[in-house]
């Protein structure tokens, strides 16, 4: 019987294991714990991670996880390792931010970490050292707020043969697939495929809440990508979600630069053709202040603004997919 241990999780082939991993302190001196799940398969395997909740407010990997360790996941029928750590910023999370409050950081933007510097940035070290290294597979979850579609990215980081296997993935996974147009530095995702490891990102429906598509998809596609790297029996089960489409596009972000209250003119799902507005900021009496326009042909997969449904410089209005050249 072969053990596997994160933390306090620990399980013997074939188990099971619950408990929790310290990645700080807190100012009263007592530890500061995420969650952990280890479900160690019956016969030997690769180790495949999933986790999420690097934004305190994208809380839906908690259910999903919870799903898939109670009722998905049979370490009797498992080759290999899955580790489940749903919330990995409880700074965040308690504080229902996106970003860590101690220090104002984006949790994502900050790995692999560093052993020195703010708790964003230490914690990041702990989470690469103790989750990310040990991971042969990983899938990192986050939400984007409505109106969007699912779907799920690639990043530009690692080799071609890495990027390939992400692609593989995220197919397995049955969300439409987009590659990242530019990469953000200090990603969790972009880290693991810098360091070899085929890495996806879905990004499901609805910071804040338990939505149910992307609950029952999210367990569907879990398992998808399981049964693609031959970690479970069984094929594959169809994951339909609204607007899907079958090529690998690639997105970009498009953002404001006068600003105002965004006016949204098209939905997500609908193509667009270059040079068509897709939002119209205006201001408080309603007079045009800019229109964000599509730099190409494309679909309109997000509106992901993050407060209320209006923009200031650089803030992020939509995004579109398109076909690479």
């Given at each position: 019987m072969t053990l596997f241990q994160v933390g306090t999780a620990a399980a013997t082939s074939g188990e099971t294991g619950y408990g929790e991993l310290t990645i700080g302190y807190g100012?009263?001196?007592?530890?500061?714990?995420?969650?952990?799940?280890?479900?160690?398969?019956?016969?030997?395997?690769?180790?495949?991670?999933?986790?999420?909740?690097?934004?305190?407010?994208?809380?839906?990997?908690?259910?999903?996880c919870r799903r898939l360790v109670k009722e998905a996941l049979d370490p009797a029928l498992l080759r290999g390792t899955v580790i489940l750590a749903p919330q990995l910023n409880p700074w965040a999370y308690l504080a229902s931010s996106r970003f860590?409050?101690?220090?104002?950081?984006?949790?994502?933007?900050?790995?692999?970490?560093?052993?020195?510097?703010?708790?964003?940035?230490?914690?990041?070290?702990v989470i690469t050292r103790e989750l990310l290294d040990r991971a042969d597979y990983v899938i990192d979850c986050h939400s984007c707020n409505p109106p969007s579609l699912h779907f799920t990215i690639v990043g530009e980081e690692g080799t071609p043969t890495v990027r390939a296997k992400s692609i593989a993935?995220?197919?397995?996974?049955?969300?439409?697939?987009?590659?990242?147009?530019?990469?953000?530095?200090?990603?969790?995702?972009?880290?693991?495929?810098?360091?070899?490891?085929?890495?996806?990102?879905?990004?499901?429906?609805?910071?804040?809440?338990?939505?149910?598509?992307?609950?029952?998809?999210?367990?569907?596609?879990?398992?998808?990508?399981?049964?693609h790297l031959e970690m479970l029996p069984g094929a594959a089960e169809?994951?339909?979600?609204?607007g899907a489409f079958s090529e690998v596009l690639t997105y970009v972000s498009l953002g404001a630069s006068r600003g105002g209250i965004c006016h949204l003119?098209?939905?997500?799902?609908?193509?667009v053709s270059k040079g068509e507005p897709v939002a119209v900021l205006r201001d408080?009496?309603?007079?045009?202040?800019?229109?964000?326009?599509?730099?190409?042909?494309?679909?309109?997969?997000?509106?992901?603004?993050?407060?209320?449904?209006?923009?200031?410089?650089g803030d992020k209005v939509a995004y579109l997919a398109y076909a690479g050249e």
């Open positions: 100012m009263d001196g007592r530890e500061v714990r995420i969650p952990i799940a280890v479900v160690n398969g019956a016969k030997p395997g690769p180790t495949f991670l999933i986790a999420g909740g690097l934004h305190g407010i994208e809380i839906v990997t908690i259910e999903i860590t409050p101690q220090d104002a950081q984006d949790m994502n933007r900050v790995f692999p970490g560093t052993a020195g510097s703010t708790v964003s940035y230490r914690a990041a070290r993935m995220a197919k397995a996974f049955g969300y439409p697939v987009v590659n990242a147009n530019t990469a953000y530095a200090g990603t969790l995702s972009g880290h693991c495929m810098s360091q070899g490891k085929p890495t996806i990102t879905p990004e499901f429906v609805f910071s804040r809440r338990l939505e149910p598509t992307s609950v029952a998809t999210g367990v569907t596609g879990m398992c998808n990508v399981l049964k169809p994951v339909t979600v609204p003119t098209r939905q997500c799902g609908e193509r408080f009496w309603g007079a045009e202040l800019e229109q964000i326009l599509a730099p190409r042909d494309g679909i309109i997969i997000a509106y992901p603004l993050q407060g209320n449904q209006a923009a200031g410089t």
